[in-house]
């Protein structure tokens, strides 16, 4: 009879809050550009009424103790009937026995954590040292985890932030004010890009929010929002002029994102872009002087839900016994 | 939070005694063929030290009440340290809502229980109506089970059972008599076909173990064992003669199984090759003479896999309830 672990979201967010994850998915992100994790193609269900859709994201990195299975849907129309949008678990095997150690029912937790871990790792590497005010795009979940995981990065709790309506440009406010940050809001985007030089993509947008003339020298980008081949936030003619664009996996980046759109249009040849985990494992910075542009594109590696899945079932494991 | 229904393998075997499921995935079948269901291409990983695989199959049926996705997996060294080989999990998903509904943690059971099911059903609509005594080929779990489920086909208690081994082979004819069977064991593959005219494949083989020279008039094969592209059981001249052939997949059994290798060297044509689903839609039996050889391939379909999932999460949540 299997001895499988199962935790719920609660304890999971319990012992969550204690935790940095970052040291472990930057050694994901490593692992992954050097060919020694196994990541098949992510596989779809896609549900037309109501509309969702649900990934599933596995693989393993060679010779580990673990393999992670995730599964992560959104149904984007269960707000309607007052239930979350993402939800979803994390299973992890053995790669000794193929028996089934822990399942994570975290409904998306994970993946958002994981995700924003992303941009902390991004961030480190590649924002400006003096980073006069974070601009953030899009008012949800990610735009305020980003914040404030950026807090291991910079010290700067100044916020400008663009949304599409006035209640959720309110309600991010108080909240982020709440936290100990100045919130600047606005409906245009071109105010952010004046004030900030650390710009945080969030939206689910299929058109581009930021036109190239509007960035200035010296400005960082992380674009977390589109993770398709049809969601779009970034004009492909900023990662034509960015000095530097960094993508966390090469081959998904042919299929989806920023960089998917970019080469699509002619503006970005794919020899320009670097893999993240090739740009980090040196340990130095990527930027390498204050006026460049630079962008990363993050579409969400299944290498990240390997490495938190692993970790934070070890800590829970510990805990209980 | 989400209110996901957790049943262990002990719980899932106490309902299943009491089950029937041919009805619901005779209809998967239908549905499958009719092309009313969603299944994406197999998941796979695959292990080297030691050597295991997992397989991900999940899909749905159109406009139904939910999606389910299973996790199997094989690690076959595994009963060097007094575990089971095959373990996984079933997990049945909202359609509506992308919410998790049950974790059914079935370490493997039910999809035996649905690959034997399968198994009952070609049996129905394709065995000779005077089975004389079941032949069976192999001499594990599958062996059993499939003999087991042909009661509601047959009252044939006379079985023959091929094995490589002296010692599985005693083993399978003393739980076998336990059960009420009358078994003759052998090692030679013609004792088998002479003596039996419904056959079952139920061996891992990579190499035929039956040649076309061996099978008399009026047989039916159930060939099982076969799943990926490496297996065989059946010599693929046996397809060949064969009046009838049935696949329970037409895209999988162009990848895997005895339809694939027999395609493979041309000894057999795509086109005479009917698809489970259609085969039995009108509810008339395929065999339309008892002299008629008859052969079935089941690969393992994922609508197998939704519709005992299915069905068991009702069951138990009745129960529970």
Redesign the interface.
Same mark, same amino acid.
């Given at each position: 009879?299997?001895m499988?672990k *199962?935790y719920?979201? %609660?304890q999971i967010k319990n012992i969550v809050e204690t935790m940095d994850f970052s040291t472990e998915i930057e050694q994901g992100f490593i692992a992954y550009s050097n060919g020694q994790v196994?990541v098949?193609p992510v596989?779809?269900?896609i549900?037309e009424d109501?509309p969702?859709d649900?990934h599933?994201k596995?693989?393993?990195i060679k010779g580990d103790e673990y393999?992670v299975?995730k599964?992560a849907?959104?149904?984007y129309q269960?707000v309607k009937?007052n239930?979350p949008s993402s939800?979803?678990?994390m299973?992890v095997?053995s790669?000794?026995?193929?028996?089934?150690e822990t *399942?994570l029912?975290d %409904?998306g937790f994970l993946t958002n954590i994981r995700t924003a871990v992303a941009g902390e790792i991004v961030a480190k590497y590649m924002a400006p040292k003096e980073v006069s005010t974070i601009g953030v795009f899009g008012t949800g979940t990610m735009a305020r985890m980003q914040v404030q995981i950026l807090q291991s990065v910079t010290n700067c709790k100044r916020l400008i932030v663009w949304g599409r309506s006035e209640s959720s440009l309110e309600a991010y406010k108080n909240d982020m004010e709440a936290d100990g940050y100045e919130v600047q809001t606005t409906m245009e985007s071109a105010d952010v890009t004046e004030a900030s030089n650390l710009i945080l993509m969030t939206t689910p947008s299929s058109m581009p929010l930021i036109d190239a003339s509007q960035i200035k020298k010296g400005t960082h980008i992380t674009a977390i929002g589109s993770d398709t081949a049809e969601k779009q936030e970034l004009d492909t003619k900023i990662l034509h002029m960015a000095d530097i664009v960094v993508a966390d996996s090469l081959t998904q980046c042919q299929e989806r994102g920023e960089v998917y759109k970019a080469l699509l249009t002619s503006d970005l040849k794919l020899g320009k872009v670097i893999e993240l985990g090739h740009a980090i494992k040196s340990g130095n910075r990527v930027r390498t002087s204050e006026d460049q542009v630079t962008v990363a594109d993050l579409t969400g590696v299944a290498v990240q839900d390997v490495q938190i899945a692993k970790v934070v079932s070890a800590a829970l494991s510990a805990v209980s016994e």
């Open positions: 009879m299997q499988t *199962i719920t979201l %609660e196994i098949p596989g779809e269900l549900f109501p969702g649900t599933i596995y693989g393993y393999y299975i599964i849907s959104g149904f269960n009937i239930l939800s979803g678990l299973l095997f790669q000794k026995t193929g028996v089934l *399942i029912l %409904e």
